[in-house]
């Protein structure tokens, strides 16, 4: 983006491209006769920074609006959020929003759900089920498109050439299934290959960790970049590369995912080179799709948030007004 005014203005907006019916998400979320909506939220848990903005918003905005929310942190395991839609169901709430842990094992809980005719939104990662009717539509980020976006910056970057070291999310989650799938495709032919790959479960603790037994396997020469599918794990890389006696952001490469604030600062301070943002401000956008699908309106199948780039041509800009 030439205009780094348009490209700040565009990173504050949560704009929604959707697929399907429906593309207008209205600006309040009026209930069906004025009736104060409760929802049941059963979040994953609080394993990223992007996590809690994710959770921030959706208490801010509920607040904001009226609706009773009972919220559920999933602590990192499907069961919960399971045991928790279950309770959801048993308190015979309006509607519940599930950001899905994992892709796969919802559908007995979702069949519950609909034959107790509670409307389901899933939110962020999406899931696998044979029949799509059991859930009213998806609200979140493409993170195949997110995982492409940071390998054609790579490619650009490198010419093509290039050893990664890849630090993978939450095994069993969708995005990083996405992240995982989207980037090794757009670099198959090319100079680019992905030589190790371990899980950090999108925890900066966790990142740090498989970093420093990465460099424990690899010395500096045997690798060129660290492709991290959350900026909670790149940052805490760039402490394991540090503290290796390498200059993170100069001897290898940093990209990761998500749009942090600190991320970008990270940019700044040249210790990252590009990070791709996975909105989580949700709230508002998750919200008007209930209050829609509680109406008996429409909504689209599928909204995906529309995620802008950062490296060092738009970060100096772009960290003062990041709000996560
Ligand atoms: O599902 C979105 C991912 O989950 C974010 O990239 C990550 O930070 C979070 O934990």
New binding site residues.
Partial sequence: MKNPNLALLLSLTFTVLTVGCSPKASTSAPSPAGKALTIGFAQ?GA?????KA?TKSMKDEAEKRGITLKFSDGQGKQENQISAVKNFITQHVDAIVI?PLVETGWEPVLKEAKAAKIPVIIS??TVKVDDESLYAGFV??D?KTEGKMVADWLIKKTNGKGRILELQ??TG???ANDRHSAFADAIKGTGLTIIDSQSGD?RRDNGKQVMEAFLKKYKKGDFDIVYA????MALGAIQAIADAGLKPGTDVLVVS??GLKEAVQAIVDGKINCVVE?N?LAGAVVYDAVAKVVAGQPVPRISYNKDEMFDASNAKAAVATRQY
Wanted: glycine share 8%; net charge negative.
């Fill in positions: 994953t394993e990223s920074d992007w996590r994710n950001a962020d990662r979140g980020s993170f999310g939450t989650s969708a995005p999108f599918h959350n900026d909670d995912i998500d996975c989580p």
